[in-house]
């Protein structure tokens, strides 16, 4: 990344023209082994298209792109030049500064300028400055204004205590890019400061960024220290930027007006009060930037001497940035937005131009703003889109073959239902508000009477709620208000319902809750369904028959609210086989395929489509022969299902007598009746996150232990191995904040995060251990990295059952994490048992992401990688007389199956539906033949070289 350093800095050159500096700039960034000695002339090439003049005395003369290969390295090299250079048209340069960048570096250079560029007469400081200190002291600008605005403002937010609600506040800085990870940690140790009428003070220097403010209040009553707390203030402090503010907190408390804070219900009334950075009223528009390079330089000193030449106030913003939106009229301030091609700018423009400003502006960023570009992919993608799928791509052709990662076993045939968000273009000004109205409420009526019908077909309960919800959201009064007055301002129907949505939707955002997040999600849809009825859009109508869901990516309550009855498979682009949304495909019996890429959004509604879930194939209308073989295959896939369904509740034993417990993964104590039904030996993994997902705050104790002595009676005396919970990674809870991470799969994740919180796991285990009476539980611990986690969770359990006495109970861990496989000849002395979460093992050990769009179908857990660290494990239990079980969703594969049983796995836990067929498989081997594969398996050297083993068995 570029960042400014004295080293870079040569002061007092002289240079006696344009071309004499740019040439000792040149020899500089060769010098310093930057750039090829060619670059010079890229430098020239970029003035001879348009000046780098920036303003304040200051030039940045760059290559142009067919320069970039001659970049050795990323970096910059500024030189001061006191006697001044004259760039042309009478602009004066005292400091040029060479940006030797392959990409787009230099708009992150950019931004950092800005804050100096905002200075009055900095020209002539750069001038006058006598050391590179002093020069990069003028640059790193003047003191930074306190960040306040509506994204630092969480009102009512879901807090159970001080701790969680400082967490918050943290958190709304951390967002704003005020601080860095570790702030709400440093906040926890600050003392909190009374300011009277329930209203709390925090700050804190350390780890700032720059400075800001959020202010959060509980959505319940709260006490701390004895004193009520209504509201609190967390400061992210850096030098003196929040003096004005804390002067007129003052003022406020004086006057007796503290709870016109804590009892504000908009972020607005807050502001006010605070003087903070009020959300404009005036109308907006959005345009997503085509331009290849950002918006650098000329684009941006393009669009600024535009909106110059209107008579009134416009603004832009990065639509997806948590940044306030800044002039459009000031260069620096535009530059300083960084913005990236395919970026979403919101122009906001004073109501008395915006009808002949926004639309001139808009064309003329569509245009490219005065270069040439590429037009951005129609299809409306989600903003972080990984680069391979943003790129254009065709629709997969009649009769093709399509090949994407196998997530959930089966075949489907069926039309294909494509739910992709196509962008819709609209006019932002009405014909009149009269009009508009009217226009505004035929579509809501329309769209109201559409839910109506969805509400009256969906059996799902949880989907007719979703529903519900959506019908109070269009009548919500609040929202026809705030319609109106835009409407009233002149706006289009269409411009003013978005605007508000939108709003409203970033407002529930802004509480940084999940499940108010997901009511932001809500909102949108209804949003979008209004606004495509507004402009005549038909959204596809969905088939009678059973159809194939095609969509940009599920998520796991996505999948759980799909209706099997109607939806015959799911396809994705994206997506990973061992991601969660998987799992619950797999678990719901919807065969699915996922991570098929961008061009499969692009297949038309109704088209035929043949999905091989077990393959990994889609074939796109498919010829007669093709589909006939299939159901056939379907067919006797479903009759071996059958004949295997008959024996499920049958030991499963190999030819040579060797007995494997089938044991099945479960997610709540509602599911119990059903897996034994299915054939379940046990209960091998109870995953109980899903437990407290499934309840709107963490379950006490008494909630847990009903929960587990439902699962322990419906087990009738079989085995349960619980894992604690496992939060974390992709697994969030809405009511328990974790720390934004950078890299979540490899942080505060299952055992980790729950030592840290010994309460919580406190209560879990005594929950646990009230609910054995006697019955047979093993408790395991997941994300096990080391033998002082297993010891801590152990001892703690210990010291609990010393309490709560169990006879039948194991203590074990998960192996989810290379380090704990290759500890098992340590651990194997002091567990009871070890399960092997293949899954998290997998993406651990061939360091791909589980859900990654395109690299989870690698993510094999047939690898013979894992496959080592798994016979370490084994071998290091037998020795010490311990037992071995695969809980991952390797154990159901049926091909890694032989490879398990021959490694000496004991137990295989998958889901229910796959119970009998994974018995049915062990009935078909022989042990011998097992342990012989396996040892050929453990040899070779990729998983598809041990997937052509099993197959030629
Ligand atoms: C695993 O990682 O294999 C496992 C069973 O745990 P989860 O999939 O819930 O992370
Ligand atoms: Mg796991």
Redesign the pocket.
Known sequence: MLELTVEQISIGQTAVDKSAALRLLADKLVADGLVAAGYLSGLEQREAQGSTFLGQGIAIPHGTPETRDQVFATGVRLLQFPEGVDWGDGQIVYLAIGIAAKSDEHLRLLQLLTRALGETDLGQALRRASSPQALLKLLQGAPQELALDAQMIGLGVAAEDFEELVWRGARLLRQAECVSNGFAAVLQQVEALPLGDGLWWLHSEQTVLRPGLAFVTPDKPIRYLGQPLSGLFCLASLGEAHQALLERLCALLIDGRGQELWRATSTRAVLEVLGGELPADWPSARIALANAHGLHARPAKELAQLAKGFDGEIRIRLADGQEPAVSLKSLSKLLSLGARRGQVLELIAEPSIAAQALPVLLAAIEQGLGEEVEPLPTVAAPVDVPQELAAPVSAPAAGSLVQAVPAAPGIAIGPAHVQVQQAIDYPLRGESPAIERQRLQQALGEVREDIQGLIQRSQAKAIREIFITHLEMLDDPELVDEVDTRLKQGESAEAAWMSVIESAARQQESLQDALLAERAADLRDIGRRVLAQLCGVLAPVEPEQPYILVMDEVGPSDVARLDPARVAGILTARGGA?AHSA?VARARGIPALVGAGASVLLIKSGTPLLLDGQRGRLHVDADSHTLQRAAEERDTREQRLKAAAEQRHQQARTTDGHAVEVFANVGESAGVAAVVEQGAEGIG?L?TELIFMAHPQAPDEATQEAEYRRVLDGLGGRPLVVRTL?VGGDKPLPYWPIAQEENPFLGVRGIRLTLQRPQIMEAQLRALLRSADNRPLRIMFPMVGSVEEWRQARDMTERLRREIPVADLQLGIMI?VPSAALLAPVLAKEVDFFSV?????TQYTLAIDRGHPTLSAQADGLHPAVLQLIDITVRAAHAHGKWVGV??ELAADPLAVPVLVGLGVDELSVSGRSIAEVKARIRELSLAQARTLAQQALAVGSANDVRALVEAM
């Open positions: 061992t799992i993994l995953r496992d989810e979460g293949t899954n998290d093992l809980c991952g």
